[in-house]
């Protein structure tokens, strides 16, 4: 893996991290053209236009847009990006709301802490609104999509109730949403809307075996992911 952080970098092979303003979204090289996992701040649509295009594709050539929850800085683009590429949306059906009305956002408690605290003042504001953008298949959990050779969909709520993780079967590479982040080191997310359940989605993606990571913050793990996860969760007891 390229040394990540301002610009696009290859993950493992297929898929490229896009920072799109303090939150990442992921381009996924498909057979069946190309995918985008979330859209993030508002305002950031060339990052992914300058992406696909960088892969010498044409905008039209982005298939399908997969969101891992509907808050502002998974979704703040979303409407300019299908504008241009026309991609199919896809999103649980608990959030499907909040991007449907591009606000008001349902409100989260800062994770345990001082810094999460901060953060969560400075980083989410519940009533802030977006272009609203529509969603076009509801996801089911557990579902396999027929996306890109196969996306499972993990229900993960706990951060945000229609947080889904997606693992991409061919290059056995997880995306993660908000689970967790990987900013200093596994984490949590700025906040919960659940703390309780969003423990039980660490541990639920902590059983499962993949080798690559993405994270909706901090910067992706290209290899032996899985074994970090456990790491971080099944080695104590849960809190
Ligand atoms: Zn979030
Ligand atoms: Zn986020």
């Known amino acids: 893996m390229k040394k990540l952080a301002s610009k696009v970098a290859l993950v493992v092979k297929g898929v490229h991290v896009i920072p799109m ?22 305002g950031k649509e060339a990052a992914v236009f300058g992406a696909i295009r960088g892969l010498g594709r044409s905008l039209d050539q ?15 683009s979303a409407a300019g990006i299908v504008r241009e590429t026309g991609a199919r949306t896809y999103m649980h059906p608990l959030d499907i709301p909040m991007a449907e009305s591009g606000g008001p956002f349902r409100p989260i408690k800062a994770a345990p802490g001082l810094l999460p605290r901060v953060l969560c003042k400075l980083l989410f504001n519940p009533d802030e609104r977006l272009e609203p953008v529509a969603i076009d298949q509801p996801l089911t959990a557990g579902e396999l999509l027929p996306i890109a050779g196969g996306i499972e969909v993990i229900h993960t709520p706990g951060h945000c109730a229609g947080q889904v ?16 982040t990987n900013v200093m080191g596994l984490g949590d997310p700025i906040g919960f809307e659940s703390l309780q359940e969003g423990r039980a989605s660490q541990y639920k993606l902590a059983s499962l075996s993949f080798d690559a990571a993405g994270f909706g913050h901090g910067g992706p793990i290209a290899r032996d992911a899985s074994t970090r996860f456990r ?6 007891s849960p809190a």
């Open 231 to 236: 790491d971080k969760w099944c080695k104590k």
């Open 21 to 42: 303003g303090m939150a990442n979204a992921f381009l996924i090289e498909g057979d069946d053209g190309l995918t985008l996992i979330d859209a993030g701040f508002p």
């Open 165 to 180: 993780a997606l693992l991409w079967r061919p290059g056995r590479m997880l995306f993660a949403g908000d689970v967790c």
């Open 62 to 76: 982005l298939k399908h847009l997969i969101f891992t929850h509907g808050h502002p800085d998974h979704i703040g």
